[in-house]
């Protein structure tokens, strides 16, 4: 965590959020050369991990686009930050940051499911009317069908 608040906050919020390293009173320029420090010691890893940045203030825009994932506390970010951000958390609560990846890791899930799914069908579905056993009217009608399917898999990612 690198912040410009004092140390005693700074620790209590790296607690509240389970952070073991955290950095306290640094400027914008320091919170930018400390986040360059991390991506680069990240691309020397085997497993590279993303790297994600959270801000709110003007001053944290060029750390915010830098990061691989930006992230916007909206309600008390500025405008730019908001601008600048990959992701923008709108009630300003740093608790909901492990949500919204959880939420993206299930999108991303249902969103591979959905496009496997129709590929497979509409496949099957080519190779039968090739060897003349599905007619052009049984295709639309999986089409149409395997849309629907996804659709209502896709509101999956809307139940908690």
Same mark, same amino acid.
């Given at each position: 965590?690198? =912040? ?23 400027? $914008?320029?320091?919170?930018? =050369? ?27 825009? $060029?750390?915010? /686009? +830098?990061?691989?994932? *930006? ?13 600048? /951000? ?8 740093? /608790? ?10 299930? =999108? +991303? ?13 509409? /496949?099957?579905?080519?190779?039968? *009317? ?19 399917? =996804?659709?209502?898999?896709?509101? +999956?990612?809307?139940? +908690?």
């Amino acid at each position: 965590m690198l =912040t410009g608040d004092n140390e005693e906050i700074s620790s209590k919020i790296a607690k509240q959020l389970n952070i073991e390293r955290f950095y306290s009173k640094l400027l $914008p320029e320091d919170k930018l =050369t400390i986040l360059e420090k991390i991506i680069e010691s990240n691309q020397n890893k085997r497993k590279k991990k993303k790297i994600a940045f959270v801000g709110d203030g003007i001053n944290d825009i $060029p750390a915010i /686009a +830098r990061a691989d994932i *930006g992230i916007s506390m909206g309600d008390i970010g500025s405008d730019a930050a908001i601008e600048a /951000a990959d992701i923008v958390i709108a009630n300003d609560s740093p /608790a909901k940051i492990p949500i919204a990846i959880e939420l993206a890791k299930k =999108t +991303r899930k249902l969103v591979l499911e959905n496009i496997s799914f129709a590929i497979f069908i509409k /496949a099957l579905f080519l190779i039968m *009317g090739f060897f003349g056993l599905a007619t052009m009217w049984e295709a639309v009608f999986a089409d149409i069908g395997v849309t629907i399917i =996804t659709i209502f898999n896709s509101l +999956r990612v809307l139940k +908690r």
